[in-house]
C-alpha cells in the first residue's frame, strides 16, 4: 500500500511539474507579445494613432529625432496626407562612434540627453506658425520629447503648435508629464520589442 501511495504522489508530482513548465512557457509568451509590436502591427497601429491625431491637430510637418522614429513618421504620413518629415540625426552617446560626430560640420541645433545628443535640422523650426508632430518610436523618460519642445519654444515656435507622438512609452514618462500626446501601448517597463530591436 506505501509503495503505490508513492508511486502515486510520484506521478502526481511529475504532472504537476510538466504543468508549471507549461503554464510558466505560456506566460513567458504572453509576457513577450505585450512588450512587443511586429511588422504585422505596424500599419494597424499607425492607422489607429494617425485617426487621435486628425480629430484635433493636422501637423504642417513631422519631426523625428531618428531613423528609428522615421519609421513610424513614415507609417503614419501615410495616413495624415503629404506632410514633410524630417529626420534628425541622433547619436547615442555609449555608442564607440560618439566621439568621431563632432566633427559632422552640421548647421543643426542640437539638445543632450543624459544618453542621446540629438541634431535638428533648420527647416523643422524655421517656418512660423507650422503645426509641428514630433514622432519617435518609443519614449522611455520623455527627456529628450521635453529638451526638443523646449528648443523648438526657443526657436520661436507656438508651444500649442507641436503636438508628439510615439508607439509606446514608459508610465515613468507619463507620470512625469514628458510622455507623448499620442501613444499606443504602455510599456510597464523599458523593455519593449520593435521589429527594428530593443528600445532605447
Not at 523643422?124 to 509641428?132: D, F, L, Q, T
Not at 518610436?137 to 515656435?157: H, P, Q, T, W
Request: net charge positive; aromatic share 10%.
Amino acid at each position: 500500500m506505501t509503495a503505490l501511495l508513492t508511486w502515486l504522489f510520484g506521478i502526481a508530482g511529475l504532472i504537476g511539474l510538466g504543468a508549471t513548465i507549461y503554464y510558466g512557457a505560456k506566460a513567458n509568451r504572453l509576457q513577450e507579445k505585450l512588450t512587443k509590436i511586429g511588422w504585422e502591427d505596424i500599419p494597424m497601429v499607425a492607422s489607429d494613432l494617425a485617426s487621435l491625431v486628425i480629430r484635433d491637430f493636422q501637423p504642417d510637418i513631422i519631426f523625428s529625432p531618428d531613423v528609428r522614429g522615421g519609421i513610424v513618421a513614415y507609417y503614419i504620413a501615410e495616413q495624415l496626407g503629404r506632410v514633410p518629415i524630417f529626420v534628425g540625426i541622433c547619436e547615442f552617446k555609449a555608442s564607440s562612434t560618439h566621439a568621431a560626430a563632432p566633427n559632422l560640420k552640421l548647421d543643426f541645433e542640437k539638445i543632450e540627453t543624459t544618453n542621446w545628443v540629438v541634431h535638428i535640422p533648420p527647416a523643422v523650426y524655421s517656418s512660423p506658425g507650422a503645426k509641428i508632430l514630433i514622432i519617435d518610436d518609443f519614449v522611455m523618460s520623455g527627456d529628450a520629447l521635453a529638451l526638443i519642445k523646449r528648443l523648438l519654444a526657443e526657436k520661436g515656435v507656438n508651444p500649442t503648435s507641436v503636438r508628439t507622438l510615439a508607439l509606446a512609452t514608459t508610465r515613468i514618462a507619463l507620470q512625469n508629464k514628458k510622455g507623448p500626446d499620442y501613444y499606443w501601448k504602455v510599456a510597464e517597463s523599458s523593455r519593449f520589442y520593435h521589429p527594428w530591436g530593443a528600445a532605447r
